[in-house]
């Protein structure tokens, strides 16, 4: 009986610790292709290179780069024919990610991305990350337990999961919703040597808002929150304003 096929992909290149450690750790229990990005695409979101053209680079045991963001590597792994996959992959997971993405950052990393481009596709997917001090080895043996019982599950839907490691060597598990991690936002104007502007977006500080259940507060409390998203971002609550707008604009006299 064929092992599981497993895309892993990241945000912070193809020759990053993180996902070299992940690689073998899912290796021991299923068969891993790797597609990840030629250099760092840390905090690039869901993007894809529509305006350029991109190159795709072998490695050599089954590894691969595209010089693209990480969800034009899951889309070129998954539509590329057999030149990266064999087939379809069981499950694809994105990381380990060096550092974390929670609460609000899932809207901007690239690791959540990655996982993301693949759930778009009807596919399982696991974006996993680890706070700086956590030991990456330990953190990639619990990621390949989540995968292998990801891919047991045999979910007959595209269900994505966000996974973050505290500190530490060992840890609590909890099914957690999104918190709020909210940074200290500015742009901070500076001069080049030849007197030229240029500038920095955003501030160093972060903070945690309270929020029970959440993946803030496990991660606060040194235990892995498990994360479910969701593809939908329709505000059902919120129909009832974009209702109000429509009729508000029909009842308007005409300019």
């Known amino acids: 009986m064929s092992l599981p096929l497993?895309?892993?992909s990241n945000d912070d290149g193809y020759r990053s610790r993180g996902l070299s450690v992940l690689a073998q750790a899912l290796a021991k229990r299923a068969e891993v292709v790797v597609?990840?990005?030629?250099?760092?695409q840390s905090a690039s979101s869901h993007a894809l290179s529509l305006h350029r053209p991109l190159r795709l680079y072998s490695h050599g045991d089954a590894?691969?780069?595209v010089d693209g963001t990480p969800a034009d590597c899951v889309y070129?792994?998954?539509h590329a024919a057999e030149r990266v996959l064999p087939r379809k992959p069981d499950l694809v997971v994105s990381g380990l990610n060096h550092g974390v993405n929670l609460g609000d950052d899932v809207f901007y990393s690239g690791t959540v991305a990655a996982a993301?481009?693949?759930a778009l596709k009807?596919?399982?997917?696991l974006a996993v990350s680890a706070a700086l001090g956590a030991d990456q080895d330990a953190a990639a043996q619990v990621c390949a337990a989540i995968a292998l019982a990801m891919i047991q599950e045999r979910f007959d839907r595209a269900v994505l999961l966000n996974v973050n490691f505290p500190r530490g060597t060992a840890w609590e598990m909890l099914g957690t919703r999104l918190g709020?991690?909210?940074y200290e936002d500015g742009v901070e104007f500076?001069?080049?040597p030849r007197g030229r502007e240029y500038l920095w977006i955003g501030g160093p500080g972060v903070e945690h808002r309270e929020a029970p259940g959440s993946d803030t507060e496990a991660f606060d409390q040194g235990k892995v929150g498990v994360t479910p998203l969701v593809l939908d971002l329709w505000g059902r609550g919120q129909q009832a304003d974009a209702e109000r707008v429509v009729q508000s604009v029909a009842a308007a006299p005409s300019a």
């Not at 597609?35 to 760092?40: G, H, L, M, N, S």
């Open 122 to 125: 009807g596919l399982p997917a």
């Open 190 to 192: 500076r001069k080049d």
């Open 180 to 182: 709020r991690r909210v």
């Open 6 to 8: 497993i895309l892993l």
């Open 63 to 65: 590894i691969y780069s």
């Open 76 to 78: 070129v792994a998954l």
């Open 116 to 118: 993301r481009e693949a």
């Open 35 to 40: 597609c990840a990005p030629e250099v760092e």
